[in-house]
Structures are given as structure tokens and as C-alpha cells.
């Protein structure tokens, strides 16, 4: 528990919360390792789950009939895994597979919203941080989308 | 508004009037000028062609007063003057037979100097390749005639973008040596010159080999003669051992000085030119752009008169068998959608975009560049703009609605 | 204004008109990428070696259908083989790119401003590479690569739009194969069988090996991407006068007389293509400039 503490401490993104805020998380943490090409998690499945890559990389998918899977982005290690947690109906969007051996701190979703239901405090200072990540992703994929290396037609 | 009695000097009224005629008269007095009866302007004609020069100078053609190859004063556009407004022009007579009685037309110099069209060079292909087997265009030595301060200016500033840079072009470099310059100061302004603003004139200071002022009245005609080089003191020695340049009397001097002090009296138009490249570079979303685009067609009319503007594009050619080519470079103008095209796009899509990049080039970038102002106040690019956009009225404005100001 | 009626003119022969092309053979022709291509030069006309440094380009023609810009992608240490590396987007470069070994092609360069790869020696060096600019920053590489133990860490970054579009790919492989060099590519776009990076170019340098105290970055792409890519470096803490940026434009004669290329106050053909970015970060942001 102290270890997943410490870690939470340091980690950028959890970076000026208070030390009770990061205790309550780091309660509902447990460590956790997936092996090269297991799944993390699969669209549709609950979201009930937050990941802090600790080490290894994880390719978030979406499998396509007659296409398989296309991989829409790569995260490493320091990088949250998921906010589908947070935010109604709770549900994966999309596959995450560890394309090599992954470790994470997982921190269990379910627990963690109903502490925020409870201290809307500690939901506000989560719901701030997890909206800068969403906002960069959004950025970043917008960027993927304009094709910055094409011609224009 | 024609002289057409005698002229008496009145005292300057501004600063900027003074700085004129203290600048004709000043530190050494007369610079040693001379004589020429009008009746004798036909020998300096002859005494240039009898030196291998061809002259060119301004000429009535088409409504209008162009540059062409004359060869007596008799072509050049006697008791002719030129009416100019924004987006206006048009000749009227004068009262009086003046020969240079009028401002300037839409031909500048440019021409001569940096040819609207050159051919750079003519290749072969053959087995080791590409066989260059001809360069350049000839030329002749050329003698200008009626090049107005302004465009005296303008010689100079292109001087310092062909042949100021790392690279030098050569096709400029040889006009340019073997051209001879025969400035004629102005005495009245132009309807939309500014020069005095642009410190271009109203009267030549250096870079001519000789420099004429004409004085008419009702008793006499003739020029101020005033040497600017060795080949113009040549020039003038020889006349003047023929007697046909005379030494000039203090009154005469009274004449020659008041007609320059009128000329830069009364300019229709001025440009502020403090800090200028800084207030366009800050201005660059100044809302006054998108009116002046409203009205911009993008004709390009006004690079194409601008005596400065030197914007080229290059086209290679070839023949039907492919055997031949031929690289040939002519002026273009930033006011086109291609000129600034690459990758399938062009940066300058807009057309307020495009106005702000030639004016912000001609006041404020081209100092950055190459050390002087881009504009010598000729006002060509007023007077030729179909849609009557007045640059120095786009400046003020700018300044007047300064966003950092 | 001093007068410039006196300045000397030079002689007007084949050596300086610097419109005259040189010509040159073609000894290696090789398509990269679907639209993507490298032509290997070499001197015809047994006059000196094109000496280059890294960043610079050259004006390439084509017999009797026009010359275009093209970035110098080979190595500044063997410049007897001059190699380029463009994309076929246009007239010329899709005439080019049907170019055979043996056939002549024009050359007029080297021009632009450099790589400043001399004077960051001591720093770690972060070279991020967009599409198409990884072949001007190659020469960079292996200058580098030739001095290795002068600088500190090495990192390029490289993103392209799909696996397909990676450029010099055996290249890449040796490279981050080193153990002093660190390679991170991306693609935009996934495909079957791509074990590698997805996203956008940007999302490499968040963990880039580098340190921000001590490194001068060169980048190297489309504008859009430049101009993200450097709010990203910023964010790491490298500051506007350590970045260094590859910038084009329009030129019609590669020597600042046609007008083209003009940037602002500067002409890229010139004070480019390579400026350091606290000259431009106040035209970076204006548009249609």
C-alpha cells in the first residue's frame, strides 16, 4: 500500500492532490500485469477499471469486419489507461491490448466513483485532471485525422 | 498648372522646404551648374549619340507619355502635361512649350534595366547531357533621358537588390554599367506624387551623370545643367568648350533654386514613415486589410508600374523534339494566386492577404532586406490602380488604428 | 544612401551567371515510398564536387520542363554522390520521378542557411522528423553519427502518415539499433502487421531521452506539425532559442533575386530554409504570410 502510495505521489499526473485524496485512491489499488498480446480490457465490457502504465505499451484497437484490428493509438508507460470509468454509461469504447509485457497500477473504478459520490471534492480535483488527458487525446487525434503529411487533393 | 511668367522665389514654408533648397544650395553652393538654351538641346542629343549611346525618353503615344527610343528634343512631349488622381489619368495642354512639364507615366526605367522578358540562357541536349550554347540578350548602351529623382531613387534601390546581395545578377549588372543617366529635376508636383515624404526628391542629389532643371518663362527657356559623374562632366567639358553650355548668373541660380522649392511644395500627398516596417510587421490583422481587399481586384496593375517592384518567374521552354530548351525569366507579380503556391495550395489565398504582403514588402520588409525603403513616392501605383486604392491613404489609416499603438 | 553606381560587375560568363545549371548523371534511381523518390547525382561536366552542408538544397532541372527546390539527403562527407530525396507532387518532380541511371538532370546549389549540427556540439541533440522531413535532417544524422562522442544523447523522433510512407526504413532499423542513438517512429495510421507507434508525431516527445537543460532541437516537417511539435518542446522545457526549424516556400531561382520565397522580412531561399525559431515565432502564428 505504502509502495502504490508513493508511486501515486510522484506520478505527474495526480501532481498537487491531497495527500488524503491520493490515500483514498492508492485504497482502492492493487498492482497488476498482463502479458504480451493479452487483452487489457474489450469494447463493451464494464469500465470499471482506471490504468497507470508502469511499464510495457498497450495499443488501444478497434476491430473492423474484413479489416481486423486497427490500432488507433499507442500508449507507454506513465500514460493513464481509460477514463470510460468516469463518465456515464461506463463502458469500454474500444480493445486495449498490451503488445508487450505490461505492468500497471490498476485502480478500481467502481470504489473510486463511489468515493467521488460521496466527496465531490475529490471528484471535481479527478474530473479536472482527467479532462486535460481527454482534451490532449482529442488533440492529438485530431491531428491524425487532418493527415498533416498529405497533399491536398 | 503652368509657369507662364516669370517666377519669383518666395520663402519656404515648412521644414521640409527648407531641407530642399538648403539641399540644392547648401555646403558648397551651386554645384558648378551651367547653361543649355533650349534651342541647343539638340546637341546634347548629338553628343551622346555621337558616343554610341541610343537614346530613350518620354514621348506622347497612345494618350499617354511613354519611354521609347527618340532622337531629337522635337519627340519628346513639348507643352504636354499629365493630370493624375487615384485610379486618373489623362494629358492636357499646357500653356507654355515646356518639354518635361509633366510628372511621370506609367513606363518606368525597369524596363531597360531588368527586362520584362530575358532569355537567361539556350541549351542543347546532346550526350554529355545539356550543352549551354547561348546566354543572355544583347543590349545596346542606352542613354536615359527624364529620369525623375524618383526614379533616380528607384535605379538605386533596385542597384542594391541585383547587385547588393550574395548572389549578383548579372543581365542587370551589364545594362546597368553601360546605361547613362540624364536626370530632369522636377518643378511642380505630380497629382499623386509623395516623393518628399520618401526623401526621393523632388530634386536629384547623386546617382546621374548629368542632371537637367528647365526653366520657362516668357522671355526665356532654358536648362540648368549640372554634371554627376565623370562621363557627365565629360559630356559637359565638351559643351561647354563649344560654348554651348555658358556659365549661370546669380539670377539665374534665383530661378533654377525657386522652381525645386515649388516642386516640393504643395505635394498632394505625405507618408509617415517613422517606424514603419514595425507598426506593418505588428499590424498584420489590422481590420483595415479586409477593407482594402474589398476593393483589390488583385490586378497587379500597380506592381507593373512600380518602379521597384522586381518580382520575376522563370518558364523553361522546348521544342516539339525536346532537343532544345530555352530558360527565359519575365516579372511577376505577388498579387497572383500562384506566386506564392507550393504543395498543392498557395500560402496568400486571399485577397487581403495579398495587398498586405505588397505593401508590407514595399514599406516596411524591404528596409529589413535591403537597407532602404521600397517606395520612392512616384505615386504610379495610385494613379494606375483601377479601383482607386491609395497606398499612402492605407498607411495612414493603418496608423491611425495602430493595434499596438 | 551611398551610390552603388560603382560596383564591380562579374564578367558575364558560363562560371557566374548563377542561373546556369550544371549538369549532372543520374547513377542511382530508387522509389522510396508510392510518391516518394531518391535520385543519386553525380558530375558531368568534371568541374569540382558540390561541397554541401546539412539542411542545404539544391535547384534541380529537368530538360525542357522546369526545376523545383529539392533537399540535399545524403551524406555531407561523400559529396561526390549527391543524393536527394522529394516527393512526386507536381509537374517536375512527377517528370523526375520516371528518371533512369544515365539520364541528366540540371544542378544549380548548394543554397539556404544549414544545420547548425557544428555549433550544438555538447548538447544532446532531439531531431523530430514529419513525413518527407526526415531527408533533409538525414545529412544531420550522419554528421553527427561521424563526430558521435562530441554531442550528448541523440534522439529522432520520426512520424509519418502510415507504415507505407516510412522513408529509409532499413536505415531507421540500423539506427535504432545503435546504443548510442534512440529511434522513436509513429504513424498516423496503423496497418496489418505494424507492431510500432500509433499517433501523431507530437505524443513521441513527451518521453523523449533527453534533457530539456541541455538540448537544441532540429525539426523538421509540414508546418502544421512544426508548429505543434514545438508547443511540445516548449512543454518539455527547451526554449525558443534551441529550436531549430526547416521552413519552405515558392522559389523560382533559389538565389533571393526572384521574390518568391519571401518569409516576412527574410527570403527562405537565403536566411533559410533552416532558422532558429525565436526569429520566427512571431511570423509562426500569422496566416497567409
Not at chain 3, 167 to 185: H, I, M, Q, Y
Given at each position: ?30 498492482n ?45 508507460e506513465?500514460?493513464?489507461?481509460g477514463w470510460?470509468?468516469l ?15 505490461t ?14 459520490e ?36 | ?5 516669370e ?17 540644392i ?35 506622347v ?54 527586362p ?40 538605386e ?12 545578377d ?15 529635376n ?26 537637367l ?8 527657356h ?9 562621363r ?115 500560402v ?10 505588397w ?20 505615386g504610379r ?25 | ?6 560596383v ?8 557566374t ?17 508510392h ?10 561536366d ?32 561523400t559529396?561526390?554522390?549527391l543524393?536527394?530525396?522529394?516527393r512526386?507532387?507536381?509537374?517536375v518532380t512527377?517528370a ?5 541511371v ?83 517512429v ?14 501523431v ?8 531521452p ?18 505543434y ?8 522545457g527547451i526554449?525558443?532559442?534551441?529550436m ?5 516556400r ?40
Amino acid at each position: 500500500m505504502d509502495n502504490l502510495v508513493g508511486i501515486l505521489e510522484e506520478h505527474p499526473f495526480f501532481n498537487g492532490l491531497d495527500r488524503s485524496y491520493i490515500d483514498m485512491i492508492a485504497g482502492c489499488a492493487t498492482n497488476a500485469r498482463f502479458d504480451a498480446g493479452s487483452f487489457i480490457f474489450r469494447e463493451r465490457e464494464d469500465a470499471d477499471n482506471v490504468y497507470l502504465l508502469r511499464q510495457g505499451k498497450v495499443a488501444l484497437e478497434v476491430f473492423a469486419p474484413n479489416r481486423g484490428a486497427i490500432e488507433i493509438q499507442t500508449l507507454d508507460e506513465g500514460e493513464i489507461l481509460g477514463w470510460s470509468w468516469l463518465i456515464p454509461p461506463y463502458q469500454w469504447r474500444f480493445d486495449a491490448r498490451a503488445v508487450e509485457l505490461t505492468r500497471a497500477i490498476v485502480v478500481d473504478g467502481r470504489c473510486l466513483r463511489g468515493k467521488c459520490e460521496v466527496n465531490h471534492d475529490l471528484g471535481y480535483e479527478l474530473l479536472k485532471r482527467f479532462s486535460i488527458m481527454v482534451g490532449q487525446r482529442l488533440d492529438a487525434t485530431r491531428l491524425q485525422l487532418i493527415d498533416i503529411y498529405g497533399v491536398p487533393a | 498648372m503652368s509657369p507662364s511668367e516669370e517666377f519669383v522665389a518666395e520663402a519656404p514654408v515648412t521644414s521640409l522646404e527648407q531641407g530642399i533648397v538648403d539641399g540644392i544650395t547648401g555646403n558648397g553652393g551651386h554645384r558648378g551648374r551651367t547653361v543649355l538654351e533650349r534651342e541647343d538641346l539638340d546637341l546634347l542629343f548629338a553628343a551622346l549619340a555621337a558616343r554610341g549611346f541610343t537614346i530613350i525618353g518620354p514621348t506622347v503615344r497612345d494618350d499617354a507619355i511613354v519611354y521609347d527610343e527618340i532622337t531629337t528634343s522635337a519627340e519628346l512631349p513639348i507643352g504636354w502635361t499629365d493630370e493624375q488622381s487615384r485610379g486618373g489619368y489623362r494629358l492636357r495642354r499646357r500653356d507654355d512649350e515646356a518639354l518635361f512639364g509633366y510628372a511621370v507615366g506609367a513606363h518606368t526605367w525597369k524596363r531597360y534595366l531588368h527586362p520584362p522578358r530575358l532569355m537567361l540562357w539556350r541549351a542543347r541536349r546532346n550526350v554529355t547531357g545539356l550543352d549551354i550554347v547561348e546566354q543572355g540578350q544583347e543590349h545596346r548602351p542606352l542613354a536615359l533621358i527624364g529620369v525623375r529623382p524618383c526614379e533616380l531613387r528607384a535605379i538605386e534601390i533596385q542597384d542594391r537588390v541585383f547587385l547588393g546581395g550574395p548572389y549578383v545578377d548579372p543581365h542587370y549588372g551589364e545594362r546597368r554599367r553601360d546605361v547613362l543617366v540624364v536626370a530632369v529635376n522636377c518643378t511642380e508636383p505630380g497629382g499623386t506624387c509623395f516623393c518628399a515624404s520618401m526623401d526621393a526628391g523632388p530634386t536629384a542629389r547623386e546617382g546621374f551623370d548629368i542632371a537637367l532643371t528647365e526653366v520657362i518663362g516668357k522671355r526665356r527657356h532654358f536648362f540648368a545643367v549640372e554634371a554627376g559623374s565623370e562621363r557627365g562632366e565629360e559630356i559637359c567639358a565638351e559643351l561647354s568648350a563649344r560654348l554651348v553650355l555658358t556659365a549661370m548668373s546669380p539670377a539665374e541660380n534665383e530661378k533654377v533654386d525657386a522652381r525645386a522649392a515649388r516642386a516640393g511644395r504643395g505635394m498632394s500627398r505625405t507618408v509617415d514613415t517613422t517606424d514603419v516596417s514595425d507598426l506593418l510587421a505588428r499590424n498584420a490583422e489590422n481590420p483595415r486589410w479586409a477593407h482594402a481587399a474589398e476593393r483589390c481586384l488583385t490586378c497587379g496593375n500597380c506592381t507593373m508600374v512600380c518602379p521597384t517592384c522586381f518580382c520575376t518567374t522563370v518558364e523553361d521552354l522546348t521544342d516539339l523534339a525536346g532537343d532544345n530548351a530555352e530558360r527565359w525569366r519575365r516579372w511577376d507579380s505577388c498579387f497572383t494566386v500562384d506566386y506564392s503556391y507550393i504543395h498543392g495550395g498557395s500560402v496568400r489565398t486571399s485577397a487581403r492577404a495579398r495587398y498586405r504582403h505588397w505593401i508590407t514588402h514595399k514599406f516596411g520588409t524591404w528596409l529589413d532586406q535591403f537597407g532602404t525603403s521600397g517606395c520612392t513616392g512616384c505615386g504610379r501605383c495610385i494613379t494606375w490602380c483601377p479601383a482607386g486604392i491609395d497606398i499612402t491613404e492605407e498607411l495612414h489609416a493603418v496608423r491611425q488604428t495602430d493595434v499596438g499603438g | 544612401m551611398e551610390s552603388l553606381l560603382e560596383v564591380p560587375v562579374a564578367e558575364h560568363d558560363i562560371g557566374t551567371d548563377p542561373m546556369l545549371p550544371r549538369p549532372f548523371e543520374v547513377r542511382r534511381a530508387r522509389h522510396e515510398t508510392h510518391d516518394t523518390f531518391t535520385l543519386t547525382l553525380e558530375a558531368l561536366d568534371g568541374g569540382p564536387e558540390l561541397r554541401f552542408r546539412p539542411g542545404q538544397f539544391n535547384m534541380l532541372y529537368l530538360f525542357g520542363v522546369g526545376e523545383v527546390p529539392i533537399s540535399i539527403s545524403g551524406n555531407p562527407g561523400t559529396p561526390q554522390s549527391l543524393v536527394h530525396t522529394t516527393r512526386a507532387v507536381g509537374t517536375v518532380t512527377r517528370a523526375m520521378a520516371k528518371l533512369k541511371v544515365g539520364d541528366v538532370v540540371g544542378v544549380r546549389g548548394p543554397y539556404g542557411r544549414p544545420w547548425p549540427v557544428g555549433d550544438c556540439e555538447g548538447s544532446d541533440l532531439v531531431l523530430v522528423a514529419g513525413g518527407i522531413g526526415l531527408a533533409p535532417l538525414r545529412p544531420a544524422i550522419y554528421e553527427v553519427l561521424a563526430r558521435r562522442e562530441r554531442y550528448g544523447k541523440v534522439v529522432l523522433l520520426y512520424g509519418t502518415r502510415s507504415p507505407a510512407d516510412l522513408l529509409f526504413r532499413a536505415e531507421l532499423e540500423s539506427w535504432r539499433a545503435r546504443f548510442d542513438l534512440d529511434v522513436f517512429v509513429t504513424v498516423d495510421r496503423g496497418m496489418e502487421g505494424w507492431r510500432g507507434s500509433v499517433g501523431v508525431v507530437t505524443t513521441l516527445i513527451r518521453r523523449a531521452p533527453f534533457d530539456p537543460q541541455n538540448a537544441v532541437a532540429f525539426v523538421c516537417g509540414p508546418e502544421v506539425m512544426m508548429r505543434y511539435t514545438v508547443e511540445e518542446l516548449r512543454k518539455r522545457g527547451i526554449d525558443n532559442d534551441r529550436m531549430y526549424l526547416s521552413m519552405e516556400r515558392n522559389m523560382k531561382c533559389g538565389i533571393g533575386l526572384c521574390g518568391h520565397c519571401q518569409y516576412g522580412p527574410t527570403f527562405v531561399c537565403k536566411d533559410g530554409p533552416v532558422y532558429r525559431y525565436d526569429a520566427l515565432v512571431d511570423l509562426f502564428v500569422k496566416r497567409e504570410v
